[in-house]
């Protein structure tokens, strides 16, 4: 006799799901109780007979919801409830560092470090990242701050200052503008290509290595005005800039802007004071990038735009940043979404109540 080890294989209840199993338990039993032989039955389902009467015994003690499906008990959790929310608060509320690891930024790896030193627990690395998936957490860019930043300078900048310029500048019908200053190198280079897996793509581009410097003002509004020059910022060219900047505005203009030494420079003040209330200028807290909202905008020029072409020559590239200053300018709204940013929300905060 041979044994068709196949049809075996193909019939072995043991392959099925749970779902399927219980469907076949409460269809054979029907057809029992509907005067069919229980070996009948399991021959017509590719069953063994002694499956087909251990279902009837079952039936028998603990009626139809017997035969249904549970939920098969996985692995008990290497981490209870409470490791978790202690995990959590860990990696969300401490520096790395202050954590005795060497990095500032939480790898998966030093996760994993983290739970056996906290916990005694040993989790592969794939478990590590479903445990944090679960916790609702995902790898993510940070945000850089300067440790020389003054937390309570930037409170005092957010609630007291700024509403007071603001306010100001309304009495006054003025524009309150934000200003900054950036460069961009022909070496600069942003974003990825799809290629083949495993040939990386070359894009030629020159090898000489030049910038120019760009400075530009945006308003909560969406107005943005630049310039793009040679060299380093100095008094001179903010004052050019400011001069513009005050010959196209109807109104008084309020400008905010860091603590470069070219705009607290004494020509710059003494030019300010020419203007008699034209032009008032404001300096941000120190080492706070992230409250000028035209910090975007040099995301927008140079990364999402500049840094995805090639450069030629400075004149290219110097063509370039205009182009792309020139896009951005006749996107207002584009600008306006620049506000938007959470670290922003002072100024918007400030317009909604005005």
């Known amino acids: 006799m041979i044994w068709d080890d196949r049809v075996v294989r193909e019939n072995d209840g043991r392959k099925l799901d749970h779902k399927t199993l219980e469907a076949l338990r409460l269809r054979a039993v029907d057809q029992v109780q509907q005067g069919a032989h229980p070996e009948d039955v399991a021959a017509a389902l590719g069953l063994h007979r002694k499956t087909v009467y251990g279902w009837l015994k079952t039936y028998r003690e603990g009626g139809r919801g017997a035969l249904l499906a549970r939920p098969v008990p996985g692995r008990p959790p290497r981490l209870g409830p409470l490791q978790m929310r202690k995990l959590w608060t860990l990696i969300a509320g401490a520096d790395p560092r202050q954590l005795q690891f060497d990095f500032a930024l939480w790898t998966t790896e030093m996760i994993r470090e983290l739970i056996r030193r906290e916990f005694g627990v040993g989790l592969s690395a794939v478990s590590v990242g479903r445990l944090l998936a679960k916790m609702g957490m995902s790898p993510q860019r940070p945000l850089w701050r300067a440790c020389q930043q003054n937390p309570e300078a930037v409170a005092r900048w957010k609630q007291e200052e700024y509403p007071a310029i603001a306010a100001a500048a309304a009495a006054a019908g003025a524009t309150v503008w934000f200003a900054d200053e950036a460069g961009i190198r022909s070496d600069y280079h942003a974003g990825t290509t799809w290629a083949p897996v495993g040939q990386t793509p070359v894009v030629k581009v020159t090898g000489a290595r030049f910038s120019v410097n760009m400075i530009s003002a945006v308003t909560a509004k969406g107005a943005l005005r630049f310039a793009v020059f040679e060299g380093t910022t100095t008094a001179k060219s903010f004052i050019e800039f400011c001069k513009r900047l005050v010959h196209d505005s109807a109104g008084p203009v309020y400008l905010i802007v860091d603590g470069h030494p070219g705009h607290r420079a004494k020509a710059v003040s003494k030019y300010v004071a020419s203007t008699g209330g034209k032009l008032e200028l404001f300096y941000l807290p120190g080492y706070s990038p992230e409250l000028n909202p035209d910090e975007r905008a040099w995301k927008n020029v140079k990364h999402d735009r500049i840094g995805k072409v090639g450069v030629a020559s400075k004149d290219d590239l110097k063509a370039k940043a205009v182009g792309a ?17 959470p670290s922003l929300r002072y100024i918007t905060a400030v317009a909604l109540i005005a």
């Open 325 to 341: 200053l020139r896009r951005l300018q006749k996107m207002p709204r584009l600008v306006r979404a620049f506000f938007a940013d």
